[in-house]
């Protein structure tokens, strides 16, 4: 059903678009009406599934808690060189306040749908409410690298890596601060930051291929700042 909507929409904006130019000016305050109303039903549409997303994600927090306090705690002790590789987590990388969570929540709607500049509005929010909260400043970072703000994200990054002690967060945020240096033609810098990137954290692949498209074709650099991987968050 909402698929033939937003395709119908489509086809309704993609006529206006085309006719827009050679039309008088009583035509064009008709397709200007018609594209304002359009614009009523997809940002309502967007509002309710935001709305959806948030009852779902407390939802399903909720179950895990339950489903977390039935379930009896196994630990085994660590030792010798085992120990030494486990990196704790920052509570602060893990635990979102409650306060906190349907801002989050909303700024990861619009993330997922593109829209980064009121996606920055919420993660900004939820900082400021916050400034120790990871995943907000993550996101935040992530957002400003999107909308090619490259200062706010170099700052967001840097503080990421000094707060955080999670080695996938700080692998992020080193191939971020690379792929700003590679923006900036900065290469050797860029390098370096993506090789600390892949020590942190080897599991997480983009900092190597950044690495190899800097060293190979570094007029048309292709980078991978690490976006994709909050889809899983």
Same mark, same amino acid.
């Given at each position: 059903?909402?698929?033939?909507?937003?395709?119908?929409?489509?086809?309704?904006?993609?006529?206006?678009?085309?006719?827009?130019?050679?039309?008088?000016?009583?035509?064009?305050?008709?397709?200007?009406?018609?594209?304002?109303?359009?614009?009523?039903?997809?940002?309502?549409?967007?509002?309710?599934?935001?709305?959806?997303?948030?009852?779902?994600?407390?939802?399903?927090?909720?179950?895990?808690?339950?489903?977390?306090?039935?379930?009896?705690?196994?630990?085994?002790?660590?030792?010798?060189?085992?120990?030494?590789?486990?990196?704790?987590?920052?509570?602060?990388?893990?635990?979102?306040?409650?306060?906190?969570?349907?801002?989050?929540?909303?700024?990861?709607?619009?993330?997922?749908? !593109?829209?980064?500049?009121? =996606?920055?509005?919420?993660?900004?929010?939820?900082? #400021? /409410?916050?400034?120790?909260? $990871? %995943? *907000?400043?993550?996101?935040?970072?992530?957002?400003?690298?999107?909308?090619?703000?490259?200062?706010?994200?170099?700052?967001?990054?840097?503080?990421?890596?000094?707060?955080?002690? !999670?080695?996938?967060?700080? =692998?992020?945020?080193?191939?971020?601060?690379?792929? #700003? /240096?590679?923006?900036?033609? $900065? %290469? *050797?810098?860029?390098?370096?930051?993506?090789?600390?990137?892949?020590?942190?954290?080897?599991?997480?692949?983009?900092?190597?291929?950044?690495?190899?498209?800097?060293?190979?074709?570094?007029?048309?650099?292709?980078?991978?700042?690490?976006?994709?991987?909050?889809?899983?968050?």
């Amino acid at each position: 059903m909402f698929q033939h909507m937003f395709s119908s929409m489509n086809d309704m904006l993609d006529q206006i678009i085309e006719q827009y130019e050679g039309a008088g000016a009583q035509e064009k305050q008709q397709f200007e009406e018609q594209m304002n109303e359009l614009k009523k039903v997809s940002d309502t549409f967007i509002a309710q599934w935001l709305e959806f997303e948030e009852k779902f994600a407390e939802f399903k927090d909720q179950q895990g808690e339950l489903a977390t306090a039935a379930k009896p705690q196994l630990v085994a002790p660590v030792h010798g060189e085992a120990a030494a590789s486990a990196i704790p987590c920052n509570s602060a990388d893990l635990e979102i306040p409650d306060e906190l969570a349907s801002i989050i929540s909303k700024g990861q709607g619009y993330y997922k749908l !593109f829209m980064f500049s009121q =996606a920055a509005v919420q993660f900004q929010t939820a900082i #400021i /409410q916050s400034p120790e909260c $990871n %995943l *907000a400043r993550l996101f935040l970072g992530m957002t400003h690298m999107h909308l090619q703000n490259w200062n706010e994200a170099q700052r967001h990054f840097q503080l990421l890596i000094a707060l955080t002690d !999670f080695p996938k967060w700080l =692998a992020m945020g080193y191939n971020a601060l690379g792929c #700003i /240096q590679a923006v900036r033609m $900065n %290469l *050797a810098q860029a390098e370096l930051l993506f090789k600390k990137a892949y020590e942190v954290c080897p599991s997480f692949k983009d900092p190597l291929n950044n690495l190899k498209s800097c060293q190979e074709t570094p007029k048309q650099l292709s980078l991978y700042f690490g976006s994709t991987e909050l889809c899983c968050l």
